[in-house]
């Protein structure tokens, strides 16, 4: 099955999808081999794993050169974090072409303005997009899109900006009207209660997805309740390798010595089937003349 249907599927479906972060094409592997059934494309995570901040500061392009190697590194569905389209509804639409020649399954984009900041950061401060703005920058997607299962996922940011329920619900009514397959509605509280309130109203408009990293306490069982149709784990592989890198590039410098580092790290083989180094050696012993044989031997 195409990677667009397999996620229109994930989102559509009645029960309760997940889809978690990854941000190169490693963790991208590791996510499908943990058994997720699609990849969110965290800009927040993309960029830190850049080494730069979560407001635009690699170009989309960069942006699109990983996604290019988690694509071609994993069998599951995409959903990138198209931030706000990279600009106007001309680079909202040019990014769905780019995005469909890579096979990415889906776009996310949010109703704020470039060059955004990640929510979690005075989002009571950041200014939202103009909705007949953000309206036509969702049609020109659609309308650019040639696979009818790309997905457009609408990206409600009225409660991180302190606007409250009716904005929320006049603004993903918009984008509704506009064409959007599904809608984010992101909350920062540290509890359910904004996307409570959301869920109440709308009642089931559209599929609904939720990022609960700040209300992570909530149990799954209450979002089933509630009708959600997609779960976004936004970026704890990011933060779990941070952690992890830290300690061992801490313990390794003040110990001089790989002793007591060895048996908590990857091994290298493990390294070698992520990468799918087998796969080289099978095609070596297919392609290459004897002459050349032996890993690598044919350049
Ligand atoms: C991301 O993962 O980059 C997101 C989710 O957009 S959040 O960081 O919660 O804004
Ligand atoms: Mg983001």
């Not at 996620?7 to 941000?23: P, Q, T, V």
């Not at 901040?53 to 590194?73: G, K, P």
């Not at 899109?145 to 409600?156: G, P």
């Not at 784990?233 to 061992?248: D, F, G, T, Y």
Request: glycine residues 6%; charged residues 25%.
């Amino acid at each position: 099955m195409k990677k667009t249907k397999e996620l229109r599927n994930l989102i559509n479906s009645e029960k309760l999808g997940f889809i978690m972060e990854a941000h190169n094409g490693l963790s991208a592997k590791i996510v499908e081999e943990a058994g997720f059934k699609g990849i969110w494309a965290s800009g927040l995570s993309i960029s830190a794993a850049m080494g730069v901040r979560d407001s635009n500061e690699a170009s989309w392009t960069q942006v699109l050169d990983v996604l290019e190697f988690m694509s071609d590194a994993t069998s599951i569905p995409i959903l990138l974090d198209g931030d706000t389209g990279y600009g106007n509804f001309n680079n909202a639409r040019r990014l769905v072409k780019k995005l469909e020649q890579r096979d990415i399954a889906g776009v996310c984009i949010e109703d704020k303005q470039f060059p955004k900041m990640n929510s979690f950061i005075n989002g009571q401060l950041q200014p939202m997009a103009d909705i007949e703005e953000f309206c036509g920058k969702i049609k020109a997607m659609k309308d650019t899109q040639t696979d009818d299962d790309f997905l457009i996922v609408a990206r409600v940011e009225a409660f991180i900006t302190g606007r409250g329920l009716d904005e929320a619900l006049r603004r993903a009514e918009a984008y509704r009207k506009a064409g959007a397959d599904a809608v984010l509605i992101h909350s920062k509280r540290p509890d359910i209660m904004e996307i409570e309130a959301f869920m109440k109203e709308w009642a089931g408009r559209l599929p609904v997805v939720i990022v609960p990293t700040k209300y992570y306490l909530t149990p799954t069982v209450k979002f089933r309740e509630l009708g959600v149709s997609l779960v976004i784990w936004a970026n704890h592989n990011l933060r779990s390798s941070i952690e992890v890198m830290k300690q061992v590039s801490r313990r390794i410098y003040q110990e001089e010595s790989l002793i007591h580092i060895e048996k908590n790290v990857a091994t290298m083989e493990e390294v070698f089937r992520l990468q799918g180094a087998e796969e080289l050696e099978a095609a070596e012993q297919q392609y290459l003349p004897a002459s050349h044989s032996g890993t690598n031997q044919g350049i």
